[in-house]
C-alpha cells in the first residue's frame, strides 16, 4: 500500500502558531498547480510497482483550490498512477471555504473524506490563533458537511491560554453533537518563528501551560473514548473503520510520496524532501528538475523513527520486530533505556509488544526520544 500527499502552500492568513510552509499572496496559485500536476507525471516511475491506496491534500489549505483544480489534480494522479478501487481521498478544508455549495460540490467529486480545521468553537480562542473563521461558521459547515459526507474528521486544539477545562469540555461536547467519526487534537504548541512566539515575548499573550495541555488530554481522552472513540495515534482518535488511513500507513512505515513545495517522501530506505519555497519549487519544475534533497536513512534513523511512530500509535512497537530488523545489539540497547519506563509505569510490554501506558501517554515524545538510538556507530 502507498499513498500520495499533496502540500498546497496557499493559505488565506497566517495563524499566529503555525510554522508550516505556505504563502498568503495566490499570485501563484494557478501556475502552482500545473507545477504539482507536472511533478506528479514526473515521479511515476517511482510507484511503478506500487498502488495508490490514498491520496491526502494538505498544506496549507488546500481547500482555497477551486474544485476543477483538485479534480484536475485527482485525474492528474489517476493518469500516471496505478490508484486502488476505493481508495481514500482527503481534502483538509476551513471552514470558511466550505459554503453549502461548495460541499456540495466536493461531495460530487472522488474526495471521500474531509479533515476540518475548526480548532474550537469559542470566538475568543479563534482570534487569539488568527483563524480565518468565526464559531458560526465552524457549525454550519459540520452541519452541512455530515449531510453530504460520511468520513469527517476534525482539528482542535487544546491548551489554549485562558481556556479553562470547561471551556475545552464544551469544545468537546460541541464537536461530538456533529455525529463526526474522526477527531485530531493537539496541544498549542510554541514554535520559534510565530507570530504566537513574538506576541508571548512581548507579554501580549500569556505562554501555554504544560499542565494544563495535560489537564486537557486527559479530558479529551476520557470524554471521547466514553463515546467509542478509539486513542489509536497520540493525537488522533476514530471509530471503528474510520481511522485515516493515509496517516496509518505512515505510522505503519509504508512508503509514501510527497508531492508540491516541502512536501516529504518516504520509500522505506530513504527520505526526501522538497524546497520549501515557492518560488524556487515552481522554477525548478518548470526546468525539469525535482526540487528535493535525499537522504539514506541509517539503521539508528529507521530505529529511531520506529520508536516515535509505534509509541504514538496503539500497534505499539514489536520487540521482536527490533530483533530481526535492528538486531540484537538494539534490543538490548531498549532493554536497558526502557527499564525506568517501566518501573514508573509509563510504558508497558504485552505480548512483546512496548505500549505507553494511560499514565505515560501524555509523555509519549519525551520517552520515545529518551529511548533513540543516538551516538551508534554503523
Ligand atoms: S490554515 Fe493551517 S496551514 Fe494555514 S496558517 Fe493556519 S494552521 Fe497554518
Not at 498549542?188 to 506576541?199: F, W
Request: proline content about 3%.
Amino acid at each position: 500500500m502507498s499513498g500520495i500527499y499533496i502540500h498546497i502552500p496557499f493559505c488565506k492568513q497566517a495563524c499566529h502558531y503555525c510554522d508550516f510552509h505556505f504563502s498568503t499572496s495566490m499570485k501563484k496559485k494557478e501556475e502552482m498547480v500545473l507545477a504539482i500536476a507536472k511533478e506528479i507525471q514526473m515521479r511515476k516511475s517511482e510507484f511503478e510497482k506500487d498502488q495508490v491506496e490514498t491520496i491526502y491534500f494538505g498544506g496549507g489549505t488546500p481547500s482555497v483550490l477551486t474544485s476543477e483544480e483538485i479534480n484536475f489534480l485527482i485525474a492528474a494522479v489517476y493518469n500516471s498512477y496505478s490508484v486502488s478501487e476505493n481508495p481514500e481521498i482527503t481534502l483538509e478544508a476551513n471552514p470558511d471555504d466550505l459554503s453549502e455549495e461548495r460541499i456540495i460540490e466536493l461531495s460530487k467529486s472522488k474526495i471521500n473524506r474531509l479533515s476540518i480545521g475548526i480548532q474550537s468553537f469559542f470566538e475568543d480562542d479563534l482570534q487569539l490563533m488568527n483563524r480565518a473563521h468565526n464559531s458560526a461558521e465552524a457549525k454550519k459547515c459540520l452541519e452541512v458537511a455530515t449531510q453530504y459526507f460520511d468520513n469527517i474528521s476534525l482539528d482542535l486544539i487544546y491548551g489554549v491560554p485562558g481556556m479553562s477545562n470547561e471551556k475545552w469540555k464544551q469544545n468537546i461536547e460541541t464537536a461530538l453533537s456533529f455525529g463526526i467519526p474522526h477527531i485530531s487534537s493537539y496541544a498549542l504548541t510554541v514554535e520559534p518563528k510565530t507570530a504566537l512566539n513574538k506576541l508571548i515575548q512581548t507579554g501580549k499573550i500569556e505562554k501555554p501551560k504544560d499542565e494544563v495541555a495535560e489537564e486537557h488530554f486527559a479530558i479529551l481522552v476520557e470524554a471521547l473514548e466514553a463515546n467509542d472513540f478509539i486513542h489509536y495515534e497520540l493525537s488522533n482518535f476514530g471509530k471503528a473503520n474510520y481511522f485515516s488511513k493515509n496517516n496509518s500507513a505512515y505510522w505503519l512505515g509504508k512508503k509514501y510520496m510527497g508531492i508540491g513545495p516541502s512536501a516529504h517522501s518516504y520509500d522505506g530506505v530513504s527520505r526526501s524532501w522538497n524546497v520549501s519555497n515557492n518560488s524556487l519549487y515552481l522554477k525548478s519544475i518548470q526546468e525539469d528538475k525535482l526540487p528535493n534533497e535525499i537522504e539514506i536513512l541509517s539503521a539508528a534513523d529507521r530505529y529511531n523513527e520506529y520508536i516515535m511512530t509505534g509509541l504514538r500509535t496503539i500497534w505499539g512497537v514489536s520487540l521482536d520486530r527490533i530483533k530481526t530488523e535492528f538486531g540484537f545489539v538494539y534490543l538490548e540497547y531498549l532493554n536497558k533505556q526502557v527499564q525506568k519506563f517501566l518501573n514508573d509505569e509509563l510504558v508497558l510490554v504485552e505480548d512483546n509488544v512496548l505500549k505507553t501506558t494511560k499514565k505515560g501517554k501524555f509523555l509519549t515524545d519525551g520517552i520515545a526520544s529518551d529511548l533513540f538510538y543516538l551516538n551508534l556507530e554503523e
